[in-house]
């Protein structure tokens, strides 16, 4: 091969890239033309080297660009949900990779101070520093229980006031109470304390409603209380049923007929009944529970004496003591008969 045609396949195959790959195959066909002319006609005999072209077949040129076309196809007829969801792992991809470049930073912390049972803290990360404080007690007091100057917990109870030695300024009585007081040996505080009542002093039962006995020898409860001796309240209440034996109850049904005839003092009714030989014991017991109202009993005797005779007020009076009636029943009955 001549050297001019070496040095036109050489420029061509610099010149490659910026031209068309049809004129370098015309050109590269007419070197070889005319190469094997010149051979032919010098009469060599060695065969000129075939040079290999990079130029692809028209068929598979072809081939290569329907590829190409189909996947621009391809690409253009992808669906646009897909695009959204590539969009979409995207981002989420990138928020996580942003997200654990974050949590891999140093933490500048934001510290909460130590209190008396947890270290100094951070806010943001927990990271804790040194130790608790601790509590920081002052002593307990009379009126406050041992506490803790920096977060008021308290320990056990307050101490309570001491007193040395009490007086008493007002004495208590069983209606009222009293007054103590005295001076705390820790505080200096005064202190007040109430003295409780005294006890009542019971005196005697008295009845307020009589239990009674009627004609037919049934009894009726009554009712008596207990007064206080010293301040005169009524300290005790009950009720109270009397207890009588058949002779009892015998002797009241007789003194009843006679109060229902005639007017008695409670003497003369008790006279009487044992005059029909009843005993003292029974014959009380028929006048103190028979009902009568010695009063009332004083003015029908008084009222009957006059009924028969004559008599002066104080001659009147005289002979209703005598029928055993008390001054004063004498004085009421001699005055309500009208004398």
């Known amino acids: 091969m001549s050297s001019g045609t070496d040095d036109e396949i050489d420029k061509t195959l610099e010149d490659g890239h910026d031209s068309e790959p049809s004129e370098a195959k015309a050109e590269l066909a007419t070197s070889e033309s005319e190469s094997t002319d010149s051979s032919e006609s010098d009469g060599n005999a060695n065969d000129v080297p075939e040079i290999e072209s ?5 068929d598979a040129t072809s081939a290569e660009e329907q590829v190409s076309d189909e996947t621009e196809s391809s690409d253009s007829d992808e669906k646009p949900i897909d695009k959204k969801a590539k969009i979409i792992g995207g981002v989420i991809a990138a928020v996580i990779v942003l997200l654990i470049g974050i949590s891999l930073l140093p933490c500048r912390h934001d510290w909460q101070e130590a209190t008396c049972t947890e270290p100094k803290t951070c806010k943001k990360c927990k990271e804790t520093e040194g130790e608790p ?23 056990g109870s307050a101490l309570g006031h001491e007193v040395g030695e009490w007086t008493i300024v007002k004495e208590a009585t069983c209606s009222s109470t009293g007054i103590s007081e005295g001076v705390c040996t820790r505080c200096g505080e005064k202190q007040t304390k109430s003295l409780p009542k005294l006890d009542h002093t019971p005196g005697d039962w008295e009845i307020t409603t009589p239990s009674t006995v009627s004609s037919d020898g049934s009894i009726t409860a009554g ?12 300290i005790d209440t009950e009720t109270y049923r009397l207890e009588a034996t058949t002779s009892q109850r015998n002797a009241l049904r007789k003194a009843q007929s006679y109060l229902n005839t005639m007017a008695f003092s409670h003497r003369g009714l008790v006279e009487q009944l044992e005059y029909e030989g009843y005993s003292t014991d029974d014959a009380t017991f028929a006048a103190d529970n028979c009902g009568a109202d010695w009063n009332v009993q004083a003015e029908r005797k008084a009222q009957s ?11 009147l009076v005289d002979q209703l003591e005598y029928e055993g009636f008390t001054t004063e029943q004498a004085e009421h009955g001699v005055s309500a008969a009208g004398l």
Do not use: I, Q, W
């Not at 990079?54 to 028209?58: D, L, Q």
């Not at 404080?133 to 803790?148: I, N, R, S, V």
């Not at 004496?305 to 001659?315: D, Q, R, V």
């Open 54 to 58: 990079n130029e692809k077949p028209e």
């Open 133 to 155: 404080l601790g509590h920081d007690y002052a002593e307990a007091t009379c009126t406050e229980p041992k506490t803790c100057k920096r977060c008021g917990e308290t320990v």
């Open 223 to 234: 009712v008596r209380t207990r007064s206080c001796t010293v301040c005169g309240a009524v």
């Open 305 to 315: 004496y006059l009924s028969l005779m004559g008599f002066s007020h104080s001659g």
